[in-house]
């Protein structure tokens, strides 16, 4: 639809805050913007000229627009922010986040466990989080450990199971980490108070925490039990010596949720802290690409919204160096000038700054190789789709390279740590096996690298995966079973077009979803395993190391041997061939010279 279409529609749209979308022919959903007066800001992207290319583009795909009024700019902002959480527009920025970060759970059963999770299932349990690391997330569960007696254990400690005394106290009860609640020793209502102190420690509520310790010690030292007053007394000092660590500004400042925006010619950078009781108890920063020529204002308030949903922020303070809109009205907007605020937005902007300079010498340098807790993610989720015992940190894969039957080679890759191993890396001749039999050159290899490793007592990889599908899997797992090692690594072939998953004796391939990390990372060990057998095949051909029968012919270069292989597969069903069938590939002279060759005149009738 041309510019003037559109100009009755425009005439239509009042001059009142709401929120336009854009459709396209198919009626599908292009972008959803919000405005202090619509037909001002709907028209303006036909009643001007357009320096923005994506913009260009979103314009030339509009088939039809539609709009709603509010009754003011924020319930804009309200409306435009659920409508693009709902239907995710392809020219509106939407906040995705592909990292899994890990969460503490507080398990929904009897006497709860806490552990750390990186999945959110909907069974009623509690999850706190979600955290930036892993590191911290220890951090923090060795700080509760240290200070609430909580249980460790799997049992089933359901009341049924208590009173028939179906438990023992373990050695965590001995070493006064456990109260024993197994044994009914605690019971629930203590176990729950405890609880509480654990939401506290994880939400940065420190205080609260010492100060019920310290009710407790006092009550010790009143009763004349100075050895459990002790005890306490030092947890008070651990959580205490916690806090003074986190401490960046006055502890007396209350929840308050601090965000900033930094912007380069591709992106924005979005960095978000919740601080509680001036110790900061999350801090995020977040790469968005930009889709169209949005302002900062706009992109700020959409990240801040999302973000404080995620972490399941209670601040009803944030912190920001613009006026934003935030969807709960009683939320307090600051722009601080000076003072403790205003130092913990420049904390937030040094963050922001240094992510985005970290970003860009990545990409200067060609170093965006992910992170080793980002990597350790990436094999956690590998382990869980193949259904792995442990975790694949040393996986090995094998490919074979030949060009119809000549130059037979083999290629290993060994990837440690989700990262390419290079000095692990093997090439192998094929010594034998004839022609082209991929199966049985597959079992060589196969039985030739896990016999040295023997050999060697060196460790075995936790995942192989054999390139090419069932017939090249089923001739690894022969060389495997011959070297007495079935069942002592996980084996998996990985076939060449559909890249689909197979199992020894599963009928159906898994299919790992396209764009998940687990089968980039399958793809990269693949791509890398063609790479280098590749590379050292041309190597061996231009070194001349490995030579076919034909290339030995007079008159018969390298050009005229690989044409017949390719017709005709391998020398032997080339020395059976008539000469007539050799013409209709090489000619008549060059056929000649090759039909002399395998037919001397001496065997000749």
Same mark, same amino acid.
């Given at each position: 639809?041309?510019?003037?279409?559109?100009?009755?529609? +425009?005439?239509?749209?009042?001059?009142?805050?709401?929120?336009?979308?854009?459709?396209?022919?198919?009626?599908?959903?292009?972008?959803?913007?919000?405005?202090?007066?619509?037909?001002?800001?709907?028209?303006?992207?036909?009643?001007?000229?357009?320096?923005?290319?994506?913009?260009?583009?979103?314009?030339?795909?509009?088939?039809?627009?539609?709009?709603?009024?509010?009754?003011?700019?924020?319930?804009?902002? $309200?409306?435009?922010?659920?409508?693009?959480?709902?239907?995710?527009?392809?020219?509106?920025?939407?906040?995705?986040?592909?990292?899994?970060?890990?969460?503490?759970? +507080?398990?929904?059963?009897?006497?709860?466990?806490?552990?750390?999770?990186?999945?959110?299932?909907?069974?009623?349990?509690?999850?706190?989080?979600?955290?930036?690391?892993?590191?911290?997330?220890?951090?923090?569960?060795?700080?509760?450990?240290?200070?609430?007696?909580?249980?460790?254990?799997?049992?089933?400690?359901?009341?049924?199971?208590?009173? =028939?005394?179906?438990?023992?106290?373990? $050695?965590?009860?001995?070493?006064?980490?456990?109260?024993?609640?197994?044994?009914?020793?605690?019971?629930?209502?203590?176990?729950?108070?405890? $609880?509480?102190?654990?939401?506290?420690?994880?939400?940065?509520?420190?205080?609260?925490?010492?100060?019920?310790?310290?009710?407790?010690?006092?009550?010790?030292?009143?009763?004349?039990?100075?050895?459990?007053?002790?005890?306490?007394?030092?947890?008070?000092?651990?959580?205490?010596? /916690?806090?003074?660590?986190?401490?960046?500004?006055?502890?007396?400042?209350?929840?308050?949720?601090?965000?900033?925006?930094?912007?380069?010619?591709?992106? /924005?950078?979005?960095?978000?802290?919740?601080?509680?009781?001036?110790?900061?108890?999350?801090?995020?920063?977040?790469?968005?690409?930009?889709?169209?020529?949005?302002?900062?204002?706009?992109?700020?308030?959409?990240?801040?919204?999302?973000?404080?949903?995620?972490?399941?922020?209670?601040?009803?303070?944030?912190?920001?160096?613009?006026?934003?809109?935030?969807?709960?009205?009683?939320?307090?907007?600051?722009?601080?000038?000076?003072?403790?605020?205003?130092? $913990?937005?420049?904390?937030?902007?040094?963050?922001?700054?240094?992510?985005?300079?970290?970003?860009?010498?990545?990409?200067?340098?060609?170093?965006?190789?992910?992170?080793?807790?980002?990597?350790?993610?990436?094999?956690?989720?590998?382990?869980?789709?193949?259904?792995?015992?442990? *975790?694949?940190?040393?996986?090995?894969?094998?490919?074979?390279?030949?060009?119809?039957?000549?130059?037979?080679?083999?290629?290993?890759?060994?990837?440690?740590?989700?990262?390419?191993?290079?000095?692990?890396?093997?090439?192998?001749? *094929?010594?034998?096996?004839?022609?082209?039999?991929?199966?049985?050159?597959?079992?060589?290899?196969?039985?030739?690298?896990?016999?040295?490793?023997?050999?060697?007592?060196?460790?075995?990889?936790?995942?192989?995966?054999?390139?090419?599908?069932?017939?090249?899997?089923?001739?690894?797992?022969?060389?495997?079973?011959?070297?007495?090692?079935?069942?002592?690594?996980?084996?998996?072939?990985?076939?060449? =077009?559909?890249?689909?998953?197979?199992?020894?004796?599963?009928?159906?391939?898994?299919?790992?979803?396209?764009?998940?990390?687990?089968?980039?990372?399958?793809?990269?060990?693949?791509?890398?395993?063609?790479?280098?057998? *590749?590379?050292?095949?041309?190597?061996?051909?231009?070194?001349?190391?490995?030579?076919?029968?034909?290339?030995?012919?007079?008159?018969?270069?390298? =050009?005229?041997?690989?044409?017949?292989?390719?017709?005709?597969?391998?020398?032997?069903?080339?020395?059976?061939?008539?000469?007539?069938?050799?013409?209709?590939?090489?000619?008549?002279?060059?056929?000649?010279?090759?039909?002399?060759?395998?037919?001397?005149?001496?065997?000749?009738?």
């Amino acid at each position: 639809m041309i510019k003037e279409e559109f100009s009755k529609i +425009i005439q239509s749209i009042p001059h009142e805050p709401g929120c336009y979308k854009y459709f396209d022919k198919h009626h599908e959903l292009l972008y959803v913007g919000k405005a202090k007066d619509l037909r001002k800001r709907v028209s303006s992207y036909f009643n001007k000229n357009l320096d923005n290319y994506k913009t260009k583009k979103l314009v030339s795909l509009i088939y039809a627009i539609d709009f709603t009024v509010t009754n003011s700019e924020h319930d804009a902002f $309200l409306l435009e922010n659920s409508l693009i959480k709902h239907y995710q527009p392809r020219f509106n920025i939407v906040l995705k986040d592909d990292k899994t970060y890990p969460y503490i759970v +507080i398990k929904k059963e009897p006497f709860p466990r806490i552990f750390f999770t990186r999945k959110l299932i909907r069974d009623g349990s509690e999850y706190l989080g979600p955290f930036t690391g892993l590191g911290r997330v220890r951090e923090l569960l060795e700080l509760v450990k240290q200070n609430v007696p909580l249980r460790t254990c799997s049992l089933n400690l359901s009341p049924a199971n208590i009173k =028939k005394g179906k438990f023992k106290v373990c $050695l965590e009860y001995h070493l006064g980490n456990c109260k024993g609640p197994c044994e009914g020793l605690q019971d629930e209502t203590d176990y729950r108070n405890s $609880l509480q102190y654990v939401r506290h420690i994880l939400k940065g509520n420190i205080n609260e925490v010492v100060k019920a310790l310290k009710a407790e010690m006092m009550g010790h030292a009143a009763d004349l039990q100075f050895e459990k007053a002790q005890i306490i007394k030092k947890k008070i000092e651990s959580l205490q010596h /916690y806090q003074a660590r986190s401490i960046v500004v006055n502890p007396r400042l209350e929840n308050v949720d601090v965000a900033c925006i930094l912007g380069d010619e591709h992106h /924005y950078y979005v960095n978000f802290m919740m601080v509680s009781n001036g110790s900061i108890v999350h801090s995020n920063t977040l790469q968005i690409v930009k889709k169209l020529d949005e302002d900062e204002q706009d992109v700020l308030s959409l990240a801040l919204d999302n973000l404080m949903e995620k972490y399941q922020s209670i601040a009803k303070e944030v912190i920001v160096p613009m006026e934003v809109d935030v969807t709960d009205p009683v939320i307090k907007v600051t722009v601080p000038k000076a003072g403790d605020k205003k130092q $913990l937005l420049d904390m937030c902007i040094k963050n922001a700054d240094i992510f985005m300079q970290d970003m860009r010498k990545k990409e200067t340098l060609l170093l965006g190789e992910a992170s080793k807790e980002r990597n350790m993610q990436v094999l956690e989720e590998l382990q869980e789709s193949l259904q792995l015992s442990e *975790i694949p940190t040393h996986i090995e894969c094998f490919d074979n390279s030949n060009f119809q039957g000549s130059y037979p080679v083999a290629a290993m890759v060994c990837f440690r740590n989700g990262l390419p191993a290079n000095k692990e890396y093997r090439h192998f001749h *094929i010594k034998t096996v004839e022609g082209i039999n991929d199966f049985a050159s597959m079992a060589e290899i196969v039985y030739r690298r896990y016999k040295r490793l023997m050999d060697e007592q060196t460790p075995l990889p936790q995942l192989v995966i054999i390139d090419g599908g069932k017939g090249q899997l089923s001739a690894a797992l022969e060389s495997i079973e011959k070297l007495g090692l079935t069942g002592s690594m996980t084996l998996v072939g990985l076939a060449k =077009k559909e890249e689909s998953i197979f199992f020894a004796g599963d009928s159906d391939p898994l299919q790992l979803p396209y764009d998940s990390p687990a089968h980039l990372l399958v793809r990269r060990i693949r791509d890398e395993v063609h790479r280098f057998g *590749i590379t050292f095949h041309r190597q061996v051909r231009s070194k001349g190391t490995i030579k076919n029968e034909l290339e030995d012919i007079a008159g018969i270069g390298e =050009k005229t041997a690989t044409e017949l292989l390719q017709a005709f597969r391998s020398v032997k069903n080339i020395r059976t061939l008539t000469e007539r069938e050799l013409t209709r590939v090489v000619g008549a002279s060059r056929a000649r010279i090759v039909w002399d060759h395998f037919h001397p005149p001496e065997n000749k009738v």
